[in-house]
């Protein structure tokens, strides 16, 4: 492989299941060592991509080359070279935690004593070390996502993919499971990720698109797409009743756009604070909150909808 | 082949956890049924000696047959339906290099062990109540692992098309019942009226009991013997062309 082929390369890739089209002709170029984020809310297409991704799913259409080699015939030879972390987990509940993780490595082909060592040094990368020999039923969601994480790393990926790795989990968990994944990507694994939380994507991703409906709407770095798509701040206004009908013409030049949700009123501005005192004045809104734009604002802006509905 | 050997070593994992109770079930099953039907029933039926042979002899190979299938049945009824729906362990496996291909015959390769083993402490026991008339009963052991796949292999297929689990109740029900009592296990399928024995003639598990009993009373020979050895391998080999099917289309979406 050419050192300047992408790790991943995709033209137009659909996906259809019957009359349904999940993926709706996609391009992205995933490159070796950074984090890339399909964000969007659930049904947007992210999983049946992942899907494809991990070779499990064939196209329906479209060019997909994965690690310059092609997923229908080469499926068998990508799979040995990328670990897995699905939306749901595969554990098998009743074996032990480091069962768990001998039998995955040995599905790779890896001898019975390297499995072994492998499974100690990545207990002890996500902290699990001292429920080794537990079984995996009673362990908490987050631990078990975990043990996912480390199992998906048995066979040392070049690429791991992560399907909406902490969907489910707790923020004291969500965290924990964020800076494992931050030490990998140190470490150099491509990471591959889709998620709904645009905190996650904000944190994790170097690179992200924004996919609607089967379709990337954007895509850009986190901070790159603030920039361009939205203002620097937001001020939101809630109201106790019905919020008031407003536009730009309310506030002068002040106000870039406006986006009026069920419950609240979002003004996009460069200068928040110097719009709250003509906001209170003019719309008498319960409460003010001054923030910066945040990815969320950036899917607003794509769809007219919020990520998590 | 190297492959499926990594699926297969899953199952086997898995079954240690279980092998002890195992074990004893595979025992106490053949003596249980040996000392009521053989020994018990026995003294009362084939008064005339109608079969020829002591009513053991007669029906402790129909009973070994019999067993065959029902573990060729089960371990592909809830076991595969967990793997691809509950424990979701193969899908764990295909996100690996392994193939469809390779979950099946590794699993397959699985219930082949199973059945060696039940199979072999099957056949002592029966030489235990002196129910083995020849060496040739030796032959029984590949056979019983036969019959076990002829049935497991579409049980699988089945088991990955089925939407609900409730499906196995009418497969035990309508399916395994029928044919464990009226497939020649307890009395000559000769004795059911005329649809009827033609149906069981049909069926995999008479072939496996008139193979069985052959090479166990020592009175087989060779072409019919090829012929029921055909009929079953034809099952596992359309088994197993079913299942690719419904695999593949259950678990590659």
Redesign the interface.
């Known amino acids: 492989m050419s050192a300047t082929a992408p790790l991943i390369h995709a033209r137009g890739l659909r996906k259809e299941f019957g009359t349904l089209t999940a993926v709706d002709g996609i391009d992205f170029d995933v490159q070796r060592g950074e984090a890339f984020g399909f964000l969007g809310p659930n049904g947007a297409g992210k999983s049946s991509t992942m899907r494809m991704i991990g070779c499990v799913s064939p196209p329906s259409g479209g060019t997909l080359r994965i690690l310059d080699m092609d997923p229908v015939h080469d499926g068998p030879k990508i799979r040995a070279r990328l670990g897995v972390v699905p939306q749901l987990d595969t554990l098998d509940l009743e074996l032990t935690v480091r069962e768990n993780l001998i039998i995955y490595g040995r599905y790779f082909g890896l001898s019975r004593k390297d499995v072994r060592d492998r499974a100690d040094e990545l207990l002890e990368f996500v902290q699990l070390s001292d429920r080794a020999n537990d079984r995996v039923e009673p362990l908490s969601g987050g631990m078990k996502r975990r043990l996912t994480i480390a199992r998906a790393l048995v066979n040392e990926p070049e690429v791991l993919l992560l399907d909406e790795p902490t969907t489910g989990l707790d923020p004291q968990a969500r965290h924990v499971v964020w800076d494992r994944l931050f030490r990998l990507k140190q470490q150099g694994v491509t990471l591959v990720l889709t998620t709904h939380y645009m905190d996650e994507a904000e944190q994790l991703c170097d690179r992200l698109v924004v996919m609607d409906k089967g379709s990337i709407a954007e895509g850009g770095s986190p901070l790159e797409l603030i920039r361009r798509l939205s203002t620097r701040e937001v001020v939101e206004l809630r109201f106790s009743d019905e919020a008031p009908h407003v536009d730009e013409q309310t506030f002068g030049g002040q106000v870039a756009r406006i986006e009026t949700l069920p419950d609240r009123i979002l003004l996009y501005t460069d200068d928040g604070d110097a719009l709250v005192p003509v906001a209170h004045e003019r719309l008498n809104p319960q409460s003010v909150l001054v923030r910066r734009s945040t990815l969320e604002d950036v899917f607003l802006r794509l769809t007219g909808r919020t990520l998590v509905d | 082949m190297?492959?499926a050997l990594?699926?297969f070593?899953?199952w086997a994992?898995?079954y240690r956890?279980v092998w002890r109770g195992s074990i004893v079930t595979s025992i106490v099953g053949p003596v249980l049924y040996l000392s009521a039907l053989g020994v018990g029933l026995g003294t009362l039926v084939n008064k005339g000696n109608k079969l020829g042979v002591p009513y053991l002899d007669y029906v402790a190979p129909g009973i070994l047959a019999a067993t065959a299938m029902q573990i060729g049945t089960f371990e592909s009824s809830y076991p595969v339906m967990a793997a691809i729906r509950w424990?979701?362990?193969f899908?764990?496996?295909?996100?690996?290099?392994?193939?469809v291909r390779d979950l099946i015959v590794g699993h397959q390769l699985y219930i082949a062990c199973r059945l060696t083993m039940v199979g072999a402490i099957y056949l002592a026991i029966l030489a235990a109540f002196g129910a083995l008339h020849s060496p040739l009963a030796l032959l029984a052991l590949p056979v019983v692992v036969l019959i076990g796949l002829a049935h497991s292999g579409p049980v699988s297929a089945f088991s990955a098309w089925l939407e609900r689990d409730e499906g196995f109740n009418a497969l035990f029900r309508f399916g395994v019942m029928p044919m464990f009592l009226f497939s020649g296990t307890f009395f000559p399928v000769t004795r059911l009226p005329h649809p009827f024995r033609e149906v069981a003639y049909a069926t995999p598990l008479w072939n496996g009991v008139d193979l069985t009993r052959h090479l166990t009373l020592g009175t087989a020979t060779v072409w019919q013997s090829l012929a029921h050895i055909a009929y079953l391998v034809l099952w596992i080999a359309v088994g197993h062309v079913l299942a690719r099917r419904t695999f593949q289309r259950r678990?590659?979406?």
């Open positions: 190297a492959y990594r699926s070593e899953y994992y898995s956890r424990t979701r362990q899908h764990a496996m295909l996100s690996t290099p392994l193939r678990l590659v979406l």
